[in-house]
């Protein structure tokens, strides 16, 4: 049975952060998002760690590391984590900040690059609203070069929120998050293993975290912003991303619910839904290249549900979008 400790815990205050990421073989990017990190406002009387775990076992980010380390305002703490899988990573991630001693995690993706007060915006929150264990923030998107509208107005790309300064969540992503050592030392609440390649294990941590009582709560205006190039800005990713989502929403949600009876209604609704794009995609050319594009998107969110919920096997996030790279 999990514990909720809510009125039990101490609330940690802020005496040092690792502001950290895990990156694999994307060293150029890699080197964006450690600018960004440098660029930093930081409130006085906190102490900064930086912190990289490299999922690459041939350790492709180290030039970068290398080249960064003459100038850059911290020591960037540089590992290896050889053995693969992003639930391994982010464990790497966890054992070194607690290894560096910092009081607080933050935590971004190696393809994001932070606004300047980031963890500024990010203290102010924790430190004046009473149950902020967890800061998460908003990911928008940045793009790199200029590509088609119909492309960039894609609703992958386009991120809005509607949630509120301090709103509590149940769950929330690596890729803006803030958080308590005391998570892992105390709770010993770690990155689950068998999410292994699927992706999604973030949120699993962060939910159980949630329960244990670490409240969650949102700040708009702690921003990253994910940086989108032309592999990702193109008709292939998009569709492969939208049916991925798909796919892994259904498995996480029915994975331990395989004979449930929920699984099979919903497994009803999925097939009626996809037979219903049949006819609307060919339809929504009158709309456009962008509501076209829209449209075949969802379709393939909705037949990515429909195969996670027949397959209910974990799909390699890397594998599926970036050709095997993950092998």
């Known amino acids: ?49 930086v912190l990289v775990v490299d999922n690459d076992a041939k350790a492709s980010a180290a030039p970068v590391i290398e080249k960064l380390q ?9 590992f290896v984590e050889e053995k693969r899988g992003l639930a391994n990573a982010r464990n790497r991630l966890l054992k070194e900040a607690i290894n560096l001693d910092v009081t607080h995690v933050a935590i971004l993706d190696d393809d994001d690059i932070a606004d300047e007060n980031w963890i500024q915006n990010i203290v102010d929150l924790y430190n004046t609203q ?21 492309l960039t107005n894609n609703n992958i790309f386009v991120k809005k929120t509607s949630k509120k300064k301090g709103e509590i969540r149940k769950v929330c992503s690596t890729h803006n998050a803030f958080f308590p050592i005391a998570i892992v030392k105390n ?23 949630s329960k244990a009582g670490y409240t969650i709560v949102f700040n708009p205006d702690a921003i990253v912003r994910e940086i989108n ?35 099979y209604l919903y497994l009803l609704k999925m097939c009626f839904i996809c037979f219903t794009n ?12 962008t ?10 969110k909705s037949f990515g549900k429909l195969m996670g ?14 050709g095997g790279i993950n092998k």
Not at 70 to 78: L, R, V
Not at 278 to 289: D, E, H, T, W
Request: glycine share 6%; charged share 25%.
């Open 1 to 49: 049975m999990e514990k909720v400790l809510t009125q039990n815990l101490i609330k940690p205050e802020i005496k040092s952060i690792a502001i950290s990421c895990n990156t694999f073989l994307r060293p150029g990017i890699l080197e964006k998002t450690l600018t960004s990190i440098a660029n930093l406002k930081i409130p006085e009387g906190i102490e900064i760690k």
């Open 70 to 78: 003459s100038t850059y305002p911290y020591k960037i703490n540089y």
């Open 130 to 150: 009473e149950n902020a264990y967890i800061i998460s923030g908003p990911e928008f998107c940045y793009f790199e070069q200029d590509f088609p509208e119909y």
């Open 187 to 209: 709770d010993d609440i770690w990155f689950d293993p068998s999410f292994v390649f699927m992706g999604g294990e973030d949120g699993d941590f962060f939910y159980r975290a």
């Open 229 to 263: 190039g032309k592999d990702r800005v193109n008709i292939k990713w998009i569709l492969s991303r939208n049916y991925y989502n798909g796919y892994s929403g259904s498995y996480l949600q029915y994975k331990d619910k395989s004979k449930h009876i929920k699984r």
């Open 278 to 289: 049949l006819i609307i995609v060919p339809l929504s050319i009158i709309g456009g290249r």
């Open 291 to 300: 509501v076209f594009l829209n449209i075949l998107g969802l379709s393939c």
């Open 309 to 322: 919920l027949i397959k209910l096997k974990q799909l390699n996030y890397y594998e599926h979008l970036n």
